[in-house]
């Protein structure tokens, strides 16, 4: 008997308190957590973050040249992100110090200064840099070309410029320039990818031969030297800057291989937009940035 009446008070008792669950708005079904709200992103950087090769071919009359559907406008995209401003220019240098300033393109401690505001609120950084300052313009002058003797020692100054260690000092002063204005933000720095395919062959068209494997192969070379810079660079900071390599998202994708994710049009080889990512490119670009962070402990942080 006593037994029965304790398990009817047990009874009341959990009827009572599941009465009390539900005016309280209780359920009884799993707890979900709610998604972390979106990482404010701020760009910075070169033509590769400027989004060239996404969309037109040559540089119009602006100070800063911005294409759109590049890597920093995919990665917007994402739930997970919100784009607060992209600052990057087409032909960006690091500062008015760099012997390729063009006294028009806002270098990257410009982009820095002018951008206080949202990279003092910014949880993520993404920028390309370096590639201008190291000499590329030359490199592509003289080695989208047969002459072999021009390239070598073209690639020759670049490199030994690299190994001075100028370039990653310079880098180095960026990155912790950008953590100055960003204390709260996750700085990546993505490299660049290597341009040629050697296995392919020379390049030709119309029977002549416009870039030689042997160039190919010395332009690659500059390229790794670059990035090897870069992630010195990041290393030697002291900064929250992580290096992004992409080199192997593009194997397979040089401009000479079946499959380019990166613009050549040999019938205008002026043209600003070459040896740029395509859409493509800009693809395996915002995919690398967005595996390499991990967003939902940026947004918890």
């Known amino acids: 008997m006593a037994t029965h009446q304790a398990r009817r008070r047990n009874l009341a008792l959990a009827g009572g308190l599941a009465a009390l669950a539900l005016t309280l708005g209780f359920t009884a079904g799993p707890a979900t957590a709610a998604p972390p709200p979106p990482v404010d992103y701020v760009a910075l950087g070169d033509s590769y973050t400027a989004g060239t090769g996404a969309d037109g071919l040559y540089r119009p009359p602006v100070a800063c040249w911005q294409s759109p559907g590049g890597y920093v406008d995919l990665a917007d995209a994402s739930p997970k992100v919100t784009l607060t401003v992209n600052l990057a220019c087409h032909g960006a240098v690091l500062s008015d110090a760099s012997p390729f300033y063009d006294v028009v393109t806002p270098t990257i401690a410009q982009q820095i200064a002018a951008g206080q505001q949202a990279l003092a609120g910014a949880e993520l950084i993404s920028i390309t840099a370096g590639a201008v300052d190291a000499g590329s313009g030359l490199a592509l002058q003289a ?34 320039a950008i953590e100055a204005s960003a204390p709260d933000a996750v700085i990546a720095v993505l490299g660049y990818p290597r341009l040629f395919d050697p296995s392919q062959g020379d390049i030709v068209i119309n029977g002549i031969t416009i870039v030689p494997v042997q160039n190919q192969i010395l332009v690659n070379q500059a390229i790794d030297a670059l990035n090897a810079t870069i992630a010195a660079a990041v290393a030697s900071s002291g900064t929250n800057a992580v290096f992004i390599d992409v080199t192997k998202r593009f194997l397979g994708h040089a401009v000479n291989s079946d499959n380019p994710w990166i613009v050549l049009d ?34 918890k942080r």
């Open 143 to 176: 080695c989208a070309s047969p002459d072999t003797q021009l390239c070598a020692a073209t690639v020759a100054g670049i490199i030994a410029n690299l190994q001075s260690g100028a370039l990653q000092t310079a880098l180095a002063t960026t990155y912790q």
């Open 266 to 299: 040999l019938t205008q080889a002026a043209a600003d937009a070459n040896f740029h990512p395509s859409d493509a490119g800009h693809q395996a670009y915002a995919s690398a940035l967005l595996s390499s962070v991990k967003l939902n402990q940026l947004a």
